[in-house]
């Protein structure tokens, strides 16, 4: 009655038990006090990540668990890998600004000698002189050679090509850009500084320097 079976009705007449064997006053059931369904089969510890991902610190794919200079390690190289890419980026900004300043300074220099430049259609004589790892040249009169050589009047360099101007022009023109500043000459320097000083000195128009 425990299990929830009903007792067997009693027979009118007693039953005679076997011979060898006990009266039952309940049926037997089998399996009933075995578990319904099939067992669970359990092998080696639960687990309780996902497929293929393992804990940080715990064993490597080779069954050998990480060390700690192995996490120190992987943290150094993260780290120097930051800074490279931090100082990259900080090189390229700086080149963009260094390009934005040359481009403005070079724009007010091109309004700085508008229309103030002396160079002669006319004259015929070639003052060299050396400008960004090369010789080169602009033509003058023999009273702009006497001025420019007294340091009364200098060269600009200003998209290709070379003005003449005043001392006072080619001053402020420094102050704004001095990579344009192409011929200063100092009154005060001995004449054998400057050897393209001399008239006589010729350049051939063919050699390469």
Same mark, same amino acid.
């Given at each position: 009655? /425990?299990l929830?079976?009903?007792p #067997?009705p009693?027979?009118e007449?007693?039953?005679q038990? *076997?011979?060898?064997?006990k009266?039952?006053? *309940?049926?037997e059931h089998?399996?009933?006090g075995k578990p319904? /369904?099939?067992?669970e089969?359990?092998?080696?510890k639960?687990?309780d990540?996902?497929?293929?991902?393992r804990k940080?610190g715990g064993?490597?794919p080779?069954g050998?668990?990480?060390s700690?200079?192995?996490?120190d390690l992987a943290?150094?190289y993260a780290?120097?890998?930051?800074?490279e890419k931090?100082?990259?980026?900080? #090189?390229?900004? #700086?080149?963009?600004?260094?390009?934005?300043k040359?481009?403005e300074?070079?724009?007010k220099l091109a309004?700085?000698?508008?229309?103030?430049?002396?160079?002669d259609?006319a004259a015929?004589?070639a003052?060299?002189?050396?400008?960004g790892?090369k010789i080169?040249?602009i033509?003058?009169?023999?009273v702009?050679?006497k001025?420019?050589? /007294?340091?009364?009047?200098?060269v600009?360099q200003?998209?290709?090509?070379?003005?003449?101007?005043?001392a006072e022009?080619?001053?402020?023109?420094?102050a704004?850009f001095?990579p344009?500043?192409?011929? *200063?000459?100092?009154p005060n320097?001995?004449a054998?500084?400057?050897?393209?000083a001399?008239p006589?000195?010729?350049?051939?128009?063919?050699?390469v320097?």
């Open positions: 009655m /425990g929830g079976f009903k #067997a009693k027979p007449r007693p039953a038990p *076997k011979q060898g064997g009266p039952s006053g *309940k049926p089998r399996g009933a319904s /369904g099939r067992p089969q359990r092998t080696g639960p687990h990540g996902k497929p293929g991902q940080p064993p490597r080779g050998k668990p990480q700690r200079e192995d996490i943290k150094a780290i120097r890998a930051q800074r931090d100082e990259r980026i900080a #090189a390229e900004a #700086a080149k963009q600004e260094e390009a934005r040359r481009r300074a070079r724009a309004e700085l000698v508008k229309d103030k430049a002396l160079n259609p015929d004589i003052r060299h002189f050396p400008y790892d080169k040249r033509y003058v009169n023999e702009q050679l001025a420019l050589n /007294g340091g009364e009047l200098g600009i200003m998209d290709g090509r070379y003005l003449l101007v005043t022009l080619l001053a402020q023109a420094e704004i001095a344009a500043i192409a011929l *200063k000459v100092d320097a001995p054998g500084d400057d050897p393209y001399d006589q000195y010729q350049v051939p128009d063919d050699l320097w």
